[in-house]
């Protein structure tokens, strides 16, 4: 857990504002928590993290109706910048692939360059969306290959 995380957690409890740190790789575990905050307090709810999976999981398993929002804390020259899940639902990349964008994450090889192409995420994505390789059969591969739980699964 990063020094600043630590500091902002201190800080919010202080003023009596609830906050949850995960220690591991918990991206899952993190976004379903936002979720669920937000449906008991129904007031905005902040994520911070540096990693992109948590980003790609907000984008797909946040309902329409709720907005969270993420701060992505920074990586070398890389400034901090906060993401907004209802901005980023409605974009036209993520309109373009939605029922794929996991699958698209996963292939591309989530934060690192694909093993595959050799190409980052977004030429990945954009290589998706120029063959039109997002149909229901990739979908039902995604599934398959993740072995993924129900709550985590992409319906066709």
Known sequence: ?????????????????????????????????????YEKIKKHVYVIGRDVDILVLLTTLTPDYIDILMLKESKGKVKDRFYNSKDLQNSNLVIECKKSILFVHAISGCDTTSEFYRKGNLQAVQLLILFRLHSSFFVLLYNAMMNLSPALSISV
């Open 1 to 37: 857990m990063s020094v600043s995380i630590r500091k902002l957690a201190s800080h919010l409890e202080n003023v009596c504002i609830y906050t949850f740190v995960a220690t591991d790789d918990a991206d899952v575990h993190i976004v379903k928590t936002g979720i669920e905050t």
